[in-house]
């Protein structure tokens, strides 16, 4: 650790500063990797429908609340840091009877504020408005039956008193986050009458005035899913505008634009006119495929850019992936490990270095330092990082995912 401390410093670069602001960082760790999206409401509860996929069927899924906790708790002891864990309102704890999506309700989340105070994790929430028998046509807030259209409205104004319930208790506002499957296979004719309901619909949804101390929402946009191929009505201009005008966060999912279209190239645009913003940190492969997040070229550019315009205390990076033909547990720790690393590797660039032949105009120079910064040590600085967090190094990560698998997920069945 010292030589690299040594290499980074020589280059203006402060090791020890990058490894107090990233143990700052929380993800917002997403629930719905251990079960392949399925949630709790019913029993062997599937995700069904409306635009996201997962594929595979590798053993040992979480059963039940219990077992996905256990899987929680494994994933965030092998994630070096505090972090937060993001909630699906379908992964509600129906113990004590059922409710339909426009009935669920703080009461079905009362064990899981119990469970994030006694680990000390914060918790963040979604709404479910996909995997029900409502939404199988393909629309949900812009629907064009005003019952459908209600129902779904009613669910979300629901999510949101269950996110500003969260965020009372745990003194923290819970992130609440809206993404919806809408649009249509095949080239629709009224985009803008659905556009224009989906508008209403959110406004019913926000004139429930709660205080933002409790709860943030968001609003994430797409640009086609499995089914939505000709259109989706909230795609990127329509929650950007939404946003904008209605003063809620926008969510931008890195698996939810043009393959060629960087979301790092967004964040210097967007913090001109906003000051918070949420990230759904995901790998699509040719589409939104929602792959195990990697240390690729485009998450170390989101992270640099969150880093170069002094965005990380104004951004809450969400994860967003789901695999379902690994063992789950290690793509929680290699996923959220790999946000971490991009985001270190940003951390321990050298910036003002950099920052100096841009400014100079020395484009040559710039280029040539870019390149040396990537052969820098950085695994060493990532291996003292978990070592003083007291999780597993990169090296003994392997055997720490296959014991938990013999111990506890070879045992379900
Ligand atoms: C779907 C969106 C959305 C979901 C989760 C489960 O395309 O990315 O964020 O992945 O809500
Ligand atoms: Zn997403």
Redesign the pocket.
């Known amino acids: 650790m010292e030589a690299a401390v040594k290499k980074y410093q020589a280059l203006g670069v402060d090791v020890e500063k990058a490894l107090e602001v990233l143990q700052t960082v929380s993800l917002g760790v997403?629930c719905?990797q251990a079960d392949d999206?399925g949630g709790f409401e019913h029993e062997g509860a599937e995700l069904e429908g409306g635009?996201?996929q997962v594929t595979g069927n590798y053993p040992g899924k979480a059963r039940s609340l219990d077992e996905l906790r256990d899987d929680i708790l494994k994933a965030f002891a092998m994630i070096p840091g505090t972090h937060r864990l993001n909630l699906?309102a379908s992964y509600g704890d129906f113990s004590g009877g059922w409710a339909d999506r426009d009935q669920v309700g703080p009461e079905h989340f009362a064990s899981w504020v119990a469970w994030g105070k006694q680990h000390g994790i914060m918790l963040d929430f979604?709404a479910?408005l996909?995997s029900h028998p409502k939404a199988d046509d393909g629309f949900t807030l812009s629907h064009k039956d005003p019952a459908i259209r209600k129902f779904w409205v009613d669910h979300v104004k629901q999510a949101r008193r269950i996110a500003a319930y969260i965020g009372e208790k745990q003194g923290s506002p819970c992130i609440h986050?809206i993404?919806i499957?809408d649009g249509s296979k095949d080239i629709p004719v009224d985009r803008y009458g659905h556009r224009k309901l989906l508008k209403e619909s959110l406004d019913e949804i926000m004139s429930l005035d709660l205080s933002r101390d409790y709860v943030r929402d968001a609003v994430?946009s797409?640009l086609f899913?499995i089914g939505s191929e000709a259109f989706v009505v909230g795609s990127h201009e329509f929650y950007l505008g939404y946003s904008m005008s209605r003063n809620t966060l926008l969510?931008l999912?890195m698996?939810?634009f043009h393959p060629t279209e960087s979301v790092a190239d967004k964040i210097s645009s967007f913090f001109q006119f906003q000051d918070e913003l949420l990230l759904?940190v995901?790998r699509p492969i040719r589409w939104?495929s929602?792959h195990v997040v990697i240390l690729n070229d485009d998450l170390r550019s989101l992270m640099e850019e969150l880093v170069r315009a002094e965005a990380l205390g104004k951004t809450h990076i969400g994860l967003?992936f789901?695999d379902a033909t690994i063992n789950r547990i290690g793509a929680y720790a290699v996923g959220s490990r790999s946000a971490q690393k991009a985001l270190l590797a940003a951390l321990i660039e050298p910036r003002e270095l950099l920052k100096r032949y841009d400014d100079a105009g020395n484009y040559f120079a710039r280029l040539a330092l870019l390149e040396e910064a990537k052969l820098l040590p950085l695994g060493e600085v990532w291996d003292e990082f978990c070592r003083r967090n007291q999780v597993p190094t990169d090296r003994e990560l392997i055997d720490e995912v296959m014991k938990y698998e013999h111990e506890v997920l070879s045992r379900r069945n």
């Open positions: 997403h719905w999206v635009g996201i699906h979604n479910t996909f986050n993404w499957p994430e797409k899913g969510c999912d698996g939810h759904h995901s939104d929602d967003d789901f």
